[in-house]
């Protein structure tokens, strides 16, 4: 008889945020900044911000100028870091 041998597939390791890990931040230094489509200044803004809107830092997408942000209503784009003040 031949030994049936199964080929399991290990499932990939998807490493998600716990929820206290997550990175708060709101508005510093400015009044409004624009929350832009693209890390660069040229880029077209998905918004503006003022000083009370809050949103989460995703660390992993931002840049070494910028960072990628989501807003509580769900629009994500990108802060200039000299705006954002991490909670």
Not at 36 to 63: G, Q
């Amino acid at each position: 008889e031949e030994a049936i041998v199964e080929e399991v597939a290990e499932e990939p390791v998807v490493e998600e945020q716990e929820e206290d890990e997550e990175l708060v931040g709101h508005i510093t230094n400015a009044e409004k900044v624009y929350i832009r489509t693209a890390p660069n200044k040229l880029s077209a803004p998905a918004m503006i911000a003022d000083c009370n809107t809050k949103f989460y830092v995703l660390k992993e997408e931002s840049s070494k100028d910028f960072y990628c942000v989501v807003t509580e209503n769900g629009t994500k784009g990108y802060i200039v870091k000299q705006f954002v003040k991490i909670d």
